[in-house]
């Protein structure tokens, strides 16, 4: 029987249907072990993670060993039946198999990783990878992947690479030349949405430029603010990366403090004049009660008493109209009580005529008296 067995294993396509049929049954033990030892290991661990990247590996790792031993039965009916070069074309198509295979997986691996790190990162509040750069780090992944497939391809059916090489260098110095401004608001804006200076809805102000407004949206190139004027101005996000920017809705909570300020005049009781301000800003909707509004002294000015109403918002874009509201109680207020706001006044002292208008001055005069 033995003698027999090894007679028919001398034939080779006997042989290699033997090889092949081995690497079928030992492709589905191998997934047996995986779905019961593996994946019942994983399945007890606190993280999916682990579970969802068995699960990506198993199908190439299945397909890897059915290719090895198709491939090997190939290559023991090769000497026999098939020509070198189909048998040469067949060993570089299961290698392009397995090395897309391989690839694709690990594709999406790491789009499993960077869903991870994001997650994570946004529970913690610190990290690279969140959900608003993701997007990015999946772009540059995928072209990563594509660019080692198309390489891994070309030396896999013996193509020359170094011209290709060489064009592709030439044409990426091109491309970053002609694309910098492009390059670098990318870079900016991985660099925004990673460190966070600011989020979709803050309040932010531009130091130099004087722009105030919400932001509406952070783009991979591009930063849009709305104004209170209801007007949507575009940021180059290179330009946001290097201007200094005050996040009015920063900070431990998004209320920020308005001050109304005013004069009183000289002569005015003080006291008077605090009382009076504590009850301009009650019953304003938009003030919060929480920090408690205050009245500051600030300094003697040139015509008055200068005193400021500090009060807190609840949103930054309120700030405009809760200092309206502010001033025009003050005035009303202040009239109601008597308080006088003064202004700027100038008095003319003339110490002496010029001589013509002198006498003419007295010629005038005493035509009037007679």
């Known amino acids: 029987m033995l003698e027999t067995l090894r007679d028919l294993l001398a034939v080779p396509w006997i042989r290699a249907a033997v090889i092949a049929g081995g690497s079928l049954v030992g492709a589905f033990l191998v997934r047996f072990i995986i779905e019961r030892t593996v994946l019942a290991l994983t399945r007890k661990t606190a993280t999916e993670l682990d579970d969802m990247i068995v699960e990506h590996l198993r199908r190439p790792l299945l397909l ?37 295979t391989w690839l694709l997986a690990a594709m999406r691996l790491g789009r ?36 080692l497939a198309i390489y891994l391809w070309l030396a896999t059916w013996k193509v020359n690479l170094s011209g290709w090489l060489a064009s592709a260098g ?15 608001n990318l870079f900016a804006g991985i660099f925004i949405l990673a460190d966070r200076p600011y989020k979709l809805g803050d309040f932010i102000q531009l130091d130099e430029a004087g722009l105030r407004g919400k932001v509406t949206d952070i783009g991979i190139r591009s ?27 920063g900070g431990p ?29 009650k019953g304003v909707e938009s003030i919060c009660e929480t920090p408690q509004p205050e009245v500051r002294f600030r300094k003697f000015g040139g015509s008055g008493l200068v005193f400021q109403l500090l009060v ?11 200092v309206s509201e502010l001033n025009m109680r003050i005035y009303k207020e202040f009239a109601r009580v008597g308080i006088e706001i003064p202004y700027s006044k100038h008095d003319v002292y003339i ?15 005493d035509k009037k008296a007679a």
């Open 170 to 184: 030439i044409l990426g110095i091109v491309m970053g030349l002609a694309a910098k401004d492009t390059v670098a």
């Open 223 to 249: 930063t849009r603010i709305l104004t209170r004027d209801d007007i949507q101005i575009t940021i180059p996000n290179a330009i946001m990366g290097a201007a200094k920017i005050v996040n009015e809705t």
């Open 312 to 322: 807190y918002t609840e949103q930054p874009e309120l700030r405009g109209p809760v």
């Open 253 to 281: 909570f998004e209320k920020v403090r308005v001050a109304a300020t005013v004069e009183a005049a000289y002569g005015s009781d003080v006291d008077q004049v605090t009382e009076v301000l504590h009850t301009c800003w």
């Open 64 to 100: 890897t060993l059915l290719i090895i031993g198709f491939a090997w039965a190939v290559s023991v009916i090769n000497r026999f039946y098939i020509q070198p070069t189909t048998a040469t074309v067949i060993y570089r198509v299961m290698k392009t198999a397995v090395v897309l």
């Open 351 to 365: 110490k002496e005529m010029p001589g013509g208008l002198a006498a003419q001055a007295a010629d005038q005069g």
């Open 112 to 147: 499993l990783v960077l869903v991870h790190l994001a997650q994570r990162t946004e529970r913690q509040g610190k990290g690279l990878v969140r959900q608003g750069t993701r997007p990015v780090f999946d772009i540059v992944l995928k072209v990563a992947f594509v660019a």
